[in-house]
């Protein structure tokens, strides 16, 4: 199944990306909520999160965790929240989003970004990344390009 997010992670479609390993990809959407909000996707296209392989689920939620500690160094904030919802989409993503407060935490307030603010911030979590030490996952292009 070829998805919007599989044409991102394949290169066809520009994508600014924070991270990739050989199970997921990080990248910025284009409409964020605030900030540094990514979208934690697997490289295979499952349609919704309780169809995911176990092992699938378990490393997106280590991933999560590391990259959320590199949001809330690079964009402040009190939380990072996380969303599963998948009606966008037919491909499962996780949206970490830095939040201050709960009020934030809404995807219908989603707006176009400003390329070059998502750059921007996607550049500050890279880098909180590797002072973190995750250089090796660390990516600023589209994994599969």
């Known amino acids: 199944m070829e998805t919007v997010f ?3 992670i394949n290169g066809s479609i520009p994508g600014t990306f924070v991270w990739a390993d050989e199970t997921c990809v990080a990248f910025a959407t ?19 999160y309780w169809q995911a392989p176990p092992e699938t689920v378990a490393h997106m939620a280590r ?15 009190a939380r990072v929240g996380q969303i599963v919802a ?7 993503h996780i949206h970490l989003i830095p939040l201050r407060d709960q009020s934030q935490l809404r995807l219908d307030g989603a707006t176009p970004g400003d390329p070059e603010d998502i750059a921007e911030a996607c550049e500050r979590i890279r880098a909180a990344l590797r002072a973190a ?8 292009a589209a994994p599969g390009a």
């Open 6 to 8: 599989t044409q991102i």
């Open 133 to 140: 030490g995750e250089t090796d996952h660390v990516c600023e």
């Open 63 to 77: 991933v999560a965790q590391i990259i959320s500690r590199a949001q809330l160094e690079a964009c402040g904030g």
């Open 30 to 48: 284009i409409e964020p909520v605030q900030p540094g909000h990514l979208l934690l996707v697997p490289r295979e296209p499952v349609e919704s």
């Open 86 to 92: 998948g009606f966008d989409v037919p491909h499962l």
